[in-house]
């Protein structure tokens, strides 16, 4: 069986409030900012390690991004995965979720002979969620989102699906696309024999000179979605702090209300 991991390198959370936007595209500069793998992608990782565990199977982790989205397939690698492949180039860049997705599954292509491809839900900077279900469009297999439980049978898989309010157990003929929430595992800490062997392994780095694909369909050119306005939201205003004992603070309370016309709301 060959797993293929889809990775997303996001910058930390802790570096949020330096994060900056260029005001030219819209797009986030990631250069100066610390970055680790999209939190949902590790439970992703996990869960093809933990199948290769039980079912011997090969898995091979890949990303989109610039070259030092290698450190993300090197902790992959060290977690456990066989194989990381770069998808880097500066025609890549810019791509919005289409490009993104089409450009995955163009690899995925040259790549072959998959059963399972793995992704987080989510990536929590651009958070559309949209890359798996459009990288399963693209490659024409079925696809089933937000799984929290998988199990494989033979050529089938039996996933539990998170929906607002239960969850929905769906089998899927393989290859198939699956997008994981963070119930479905915990991540494992990398070992010390897997740094070692990560930071030794050969990242074959593919750019558009080996994927040949066509100009107007990758990076801002293949990218019909325009990011008009990026901008902080302004904060809620001040609330109003109510002093006095406690039937002084009912009675301002009340004329606040009055005041203000509020119960309007309930009428
Ligand atoms: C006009 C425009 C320009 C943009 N320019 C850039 C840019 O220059 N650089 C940039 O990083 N982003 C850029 N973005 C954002 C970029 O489109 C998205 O980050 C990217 O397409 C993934 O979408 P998402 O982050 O919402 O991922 P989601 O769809 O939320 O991600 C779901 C899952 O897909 C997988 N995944 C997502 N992205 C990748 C990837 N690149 N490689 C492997 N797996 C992946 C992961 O498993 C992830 O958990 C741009 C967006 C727009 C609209």
Same mark, same amino acid.
């Given at each position: 069986?060959?797993? #293929? ?22 797009? $986030?500069? !990631?250069?100066? $900012? ?9 439970? &992703? ?8 565990? +039980?079912?011997? =199977?090969?898995?091979?982790?890949? %990303?989109?991004?610039?070259?030092? =989205?290698?450190?993300?397939?090197? @902790? /992959? ?10 998808? %880097? ?15 995955? %599954?163009?690899?995925? !292509? +040259? ?12 990536? #929590? ?10 990288? =399963? *469009? ?22 539990? !699906? ?5 969850? *929905? ?6 290859? /198939?696309?699956?997008?994981?929430? @963070?119930? $479905? ?5 990398? %070992? ?8 030794? &392994? ?14 107007? +369909? ?21 609330? +109003? ?25 309930? !009428?």
């Amino acid at each position: 069986m060959h797993i #293929i991991v889809c990775i997303k390198q996001v910058p930390d959370t802790e570096e949020l409030p330096r994060v900056r936007v260029n005001p030219e595209d819209n797009t $986030i500069v !990631r250069e100066g $900012i610390k970055s680790i793998i999209n939190p949902f992608d590790e439970n &992703a990782i996990e869960e093809a390690i933990r199948i290769k565990e +039980k079912n011997s =199977a090969v898995v091979t982790v890949i %990303s989109m991004g610039p070259p030092q =989205a290698k450190d993300a397939l090197r @902790k /992959a690698l060290a977690m456990g995965a066989d194989k990381a492949i770069l998808i %880097s180039d500066p025609v890549f860049a810019g791509s919005d979720t289409l490009a993104t997705s089409f450009t995955l %599954s163009e690899a995925i !292509r +040259k790549i072959g002979n998959f059963d399972l491809i793995l992704l987080g839900k989510q990536a #929590i900077d651009g958070d559309t969620a949209q890359v798996g279900p459009g990288l =399963a *469009e693209w490659l024409g297999i079925p696809q089933v989102t937000y799984v929290r439980r998988l199990e494989i049978k033979d050529k089938l898989i039996k996933v539990e !699906r998170v929906l607002e309010d239960c969850f *929905e157990i769906v089998e899927v003929k393989l290859p /198939a696309v699956v997008t994981v929430t @963070k119930e $479905i595992n915990e991540p494992r800490y990398p %070992s010390l024999k897997g740094l070692l062997r990560a930071r030794k &392994a050969e990242i074959p780095v593919w750019g558009n000179d080996y994927l040949g694909l066509p100009l107007d +369909k990758v990076g801002l050119d293949g990218s019909p979605t325009r990011v008009t306005k990026v901008f902080v939201p302004e904060p809620p205003p001040k609330g +109003k702090i109510i002093e006095g004992d406690l039937n002084q603070k009912v009675e301002k309370l009340i004329e606040e209300i009055k005041k203000r016309d509020l119960l309007k709301w309930l !009428r």
